[in-house]
């Protein structure tokens, strides 16, 4: 591991060549490279870069005294700046918020010397000391300090020390993040009333906007208090977990996807709650008109066919993603003039009735797709021969998929069938060249008897009978 060099003055003339000496302030490493990264062993490569890490942070700490006596000294005014920290900020060529932290935490840590030249300590003595060590950072020195700054003045005059000294012991061992936790926990401790104001501040806070974007997405953004950010992690959590892997495959979705998908099941579980209001006696559900004969025709992927439209935001939808959600929907027969206007409506027809999803629940689970674990949000039931084509709502033509596997299903162009009241999956070609069929769908107690049926012991005739 390379040498820490130091030394208790620098010279105008010091040079920082290969065959000089270097020599720095008190409290101030340097460290001199003693061979290259490649040439050390694993020992010297992980002590290396602590000791690295550990010679940034003294000097950060020397160069926040030096912030705090530029600042007695007034330079920053002198150089025609309006504050220290467009003076640092201009200096360092740093973002102000950054330049704000270094001045903010210069004051809290500096040591400074009474008239008389007696050395006084920090505002933040112990602070001061664990940045002295290198064993902490400016961004721990800047949670403390915004944790006592943030107190009332009463808390600062009792409390400060104790504050101080607690948040530095745990900094050594804590992550910036971890100890914001800690410092928040003191808050909430010392400063009930205070917190309890933070919080009426954040409601008063609250905002949700969304908007389409020019390509068709819907773009959200918000800021929830946390309470309901609470409930609203508690709620995605589950349903945006990774699924099982699937053959040795893990999830392929990013965290950001699983979100999304996430949000949607969540959305499918909102919208199928008899809790929510109804308007003119319907529950909230989505709204697509899409021309009927273009509907019947059975789509396939890449065939020509009018749009459908998405009501709610007066966008267009395909054809084909008309068909995969018309399997679990209510259909509601408009007749238009030929001034689009409508001339007579008929009744909702429900594809899958309560008792006929109970069922399918009963037979398939959730999810009737080879493999799929039970994922969360609203099943959907799929006829195997769609409705539109004449295929009947029964229990031996559906079966239920969750949201992700139906949409497999029509994207992918899987054929489904059902033997012996249980569904088989037969994958494409471009997924599976061999074609194989897949069993799916919930074990049942009689294909259980099937598989062990030669586990089964024979039964004992009765004592007496030969």
Same mark, same amino acid.
């Given at each position: 591991?390379?040498?820490?060099?130091?030394?208790?003055?620098?010279?105008?003339?010091?040079?920082?060549?290969?065959?000089?000496?270097?020599?720095?302030?008190?409290?101030?490493?340097?460290?001199?490279?003693?061979?290259?990264?490649?040439?050390?062993?694993?020992?010297?490569?992980?002590?290396?870069?602590?000791?690295?890490?550990?010679?940034?942070?003294?000097?950060?700490?020397?160069?926040?005294?030096?912030?705090?006596?530029?600042?007695?000294?007034?330079?920053?005014?002198?150089?025609?700046?309006?504050?220290?920290?467009?003076?640092?900020?201009?200096?360092?060529?740093?973002?102000?918020?950054?330049?704000?932290?270094?001045?903010?935490?210069?004051?809290?840590?500096?040591?400074?010397?009474?008239?008389?030249?007696?050395?006084?300590?920090?505002?933040?003595?112990?602070?001061?000391?664990?940045?002295?060590?290198?064993?902490?950072?400016?961004?721990?020195?800047?949670?403390?300090?915004?944790?006592?700054?943030?107190?009332?003045?009463?808390?600062?005059?009792?409390?400060?020390?104790?504050?101080?000294?607690?948040?530095?012991?745990?900094?050594?061992?804590?992550?910036?993040?971890?100890?914001?936790?800690?410092?928040?926990?003191?808050?909430?401790?010392?400063?009930?009333?205070?917190?309890?104001?933070?919080?009426?501040?954040?409601?008063?806070?609250?905002?949700?906007?969304?908007?389409?974007?020019?390509?068709?997405?819907?773009?959200?953004?918000?800021?929830?208090?946390?309470?309901?950010?609470?409930?609203?992690?508690?709620?995605?959590?589950?349903?945006?977990?990774?699924?099982?892997?699937?053959?040795?495959?893990?999830?392929?979705?990013?965290?950001?996807?699983?979100?999304?998908?996430?949000?949607?099941?969540?959305?499918?579980?909102?919208?199928?709650?008899?809790?929510?209001?109804?308007?003119?006696?319907?529950?909230?559900?989505?709204?697509?008109?899409?021309?009927?004969?273009?509907?019947?025709?059975?789509?396939?992927?890449?065939?020509?066919?009018?749009?459908?439209?998405?009501?709610?935001?007066?966008?267009?939808?395909?054809?084909?993603?008309?068909?995969?959600?018309?399997?679990?929907?209510?259909?509601?027969?408009?007749?238009?003039?030929?001034?689009?206007?409508?001339?007579?409506?008929?009744?909702?027809?429900?594809?899958?009735?309560?008792?006929? +999803?109970? /069922? =399918?629940?009963?037979?398939?689970? !959730?999810?009737?797709? @080879?493999?799929?674990?039970? *994922?969360?949000? %609203? #099943?959907?039931?799929?006829?195997?021969?769609?409705?539109?084509?004449?295929?009947?709502?029964?229990?031996?033509?559906?079966?239920?998929?969750?949201?992700?596997?139906?949409?497999?299903?029509?994207?992918?162009?899987? +054929?489904? /069938? =059902?033997?012996?009241?249980?569904? !088989?999956?037969?994958? @494409?070609?471009?997924?599976? *060249?061999?074609? %194989? #069929?897949?069993?799916?769908?919930?074990?049942?107690?009689?294909?259980?008897?099937?598989?062990?049926?030669?586990?089964?012991?024979?039964?004992?005739?009765?004592?007496?009978?030969?």
């Amino acid at each position: 591991m390379a040498p820490l060099m130091t030394s208790t003055d620098v010279g105008a003339d010091a040079s920082f060549g290969a065959a000089a000496t270097p020599t720095a302030p008190a409290g101030f490493g340097v460290v001199v490279e003693s061979c290259p990264a490649v040439g050390c062993s694993d020992a010297e490569l992980v002590a290396e870069i602590a000791e690295i890490e550990r010679a940034v942070r003294v000097a950060r700490m020397r160069q926040l005294q030096l912030i705090a006596e530029a600042e007695h000294r007034r330079l920053p005014s002198e150089q025609g700046a309006r504050s220290a920290q467009v003076w640092l900020q201009e200096l360092l060529r740093i973002d102000l918020s950054e330049a704000k932290t270094r001045v903010v935490v210069a004051r809290d840590v500096e040591r400074q010397t009474s008239s008389y030249g007696e050395p006084l300590a920090a505002d933040l003595p112990a602070t001061a000391d664990a940045l002295d060590d290198g064993a902490i950072g400016i961004e721990h020195a800047r949670v403390v300090s915004r944790c006592v700054r943030s107190m009332p003045e009463y808390a600062r005059v009792h409390h400060t020390a104790d504050i101080d000294a607690l948040l530095a012991d745990n900094a050594r061992r804590m992550c910036p993040r971890d100890l914001a936790k800690l410092a928040e926990r003191i808050k909430y401790l010392l400063d009930q009333d205070g917190a309890y104001r933070d919080e009426e501040a954040q409601y008063e806070a609250r905002e949700l906007h969304y908007a389409t974007g020019r390509d068709g997405m819907l773009v959200i953004k918000a800021r929830l208090d946390r309470e309901t950010g609470a409930k609203f992690v508690e709620a995605i959590r589950p349903l945006s977990a990774p699924r099982p892997e699937a053959d040795g495959e893990k999830d392929p979705r990013d965290a950001g996807q699983r979100n999304a998908d996430g949000l949607a099941a969540m959305v499918d579980l909102v919208l199928n709650s008899e809790q929510m209001p109804r308007t003119g006696g319907q529950r909230p559900h989505l709204n697509i008109t899409v021309d009927f004969d273009d509907l019947k025709r059975g789509l396939l992927l890449g065939d020509e066919g009018m749009p459908g439209t998405l009501q709610a935001t007066e966008q267009s939808i395909t054809a084909e993603n008309v068909r995969r959600i018309a399997c679990d929907c209510e259909v509601l027969p408009v007749v238009l003039g030929g001034d689009s206007l409508p001339l007579d409506v008929g009744t909702a027809q429900r594809t899958a009735p309560t008792h006929i +999803r109970a /069922a =399918l629940l009963q037979r398939d689970g !959730v999810c009737a797709f @080879p493999g799929c674990d039970r *994922p969360p949000g %609203t #099943p959907q039931a799929h006829h195997v021969t769609h409705w539109i084509d004449g295929g009947p709502t029964t229990v031996d033509n559906m079966i239920m998929l969750c949201g992700h596997h139906h949409r497999i299903i029509h994207s992918q162009q899987w +054929r489904i /069938a =059902l033997h012996s009241g249980r569904p !088989v999956f037969t994958p @494409p070609s471009d997924v599976d *060249p061999s074609r %194989t #069929p897949r069993p799916g769908g919930r074990a049942l107690p009689a294909a259980y008897r099937d598989t062990l049926r030669d586990l089964i012991p024979a039964p004992r005739a009765p004592e007496g009978i030969a």
